[in-house]
């Protein structure tokens, strides 16, 4: 059964067990989907993961694909850490690190439904729709308040909790957003009928 979406307002949903590092210490596609559902708050602020997108360094359409370089190096590192970086000379994202060290993988958190602090991310935001709050990868980190300061600090403290999702998921999977290379492949993971996502994926 599919994890049922409360609207952006209503009472938040009980909080499942907190995800430590270790949780990242795998397989970036099997970290990815395995995110979906879960809570990500950031200073008590943030809301239920339904889209992300899966990073590796054998891709090229990774940051990490050409090897190291002062704006990547956290990818390199330990899982569990955040890799904060902006995105058109406009807007932050934030990547969770995945896999062993120097294996440089990540999961791009793309879309949040809303749950906690709406109103301070509808201040953020300058906007009252729920739905525009947290659907895209920019929009959520302007909601949230993440910056670049915010870069290789762990995700298991902190500003940052992480907390399981509780039930289960229905995810679908489809190829990534906004890329020219390595589009074929289907590494980005959302929840299936969610109204938060930052595109729907295909109807299958």
């Known amino acids: 059964m599919a994890q049922k979406s409360k609207p952006a307002g ?3 949903p009980v909080l499942g067990k907190p995800l430590k590092r270790t949780f990242f210490a795998r397989s970036v596609h099997e970290v ?3 995110l979906i559902g879960a809570t990500f708050l950031f200073n008590d602020v943030g809301g239920v ?4 997108e899966a990073y590796h360094h054998t891709d090229p359409a990774a940051h990490s694909y050409r090897g190291p370089t002062p704006r990547n190096q956290v990818m390199f590192g330990p899982p569990g850490f955040a890799y904060v970086y902006r995105s058109y000379g406009i807007h932050w ?4 690190v995945c896999e ?3 294996s440089a993988a990540a999961v791009l958190i793309r ?4 749950m906690h602090g709406i109103a301070a991310m509808r201040r953020r935001r300058g906007l009252q729709e729920a739905k525009a709050l947290c659907s ?7 909601a949230l308040g993440i910056t670049i300061a915010h870069n ?4 298991d403290a902190p500003p940052f909790a992480l907390y399981a999702r509780t039930g289960k998921a229905e995810v679908a999977a489809g190829i990534r957003i906004g890329i020219t290379k390595a589009v074929e492949l289907p590494w980005r993971y959302g929840l299936k009928g969610s109204k938060f996502l930052s595109k729907p994926f295909p109807v299958t």
Do not use: M
Request: glycine share 10%; charged share 20%.
């Open 10 to 12: 209503a009472a938040a």
């Open 32 to 34: 990815a989907p395995d």
């Open 49 to 52: 993961i339904v889209e992300v």
């Open 93 to 96: 994202c934030i990547n969770f």
């Open 100 to 102: 062993h060290e120097g």
């Open 111 to 114: 879309a949040l439904e809303p």
């Open 136 to 142: 895209g990868p920019g929009k959520l980190t302007e």
């Open 152 to 155: 290789a600090v762990p995700l």
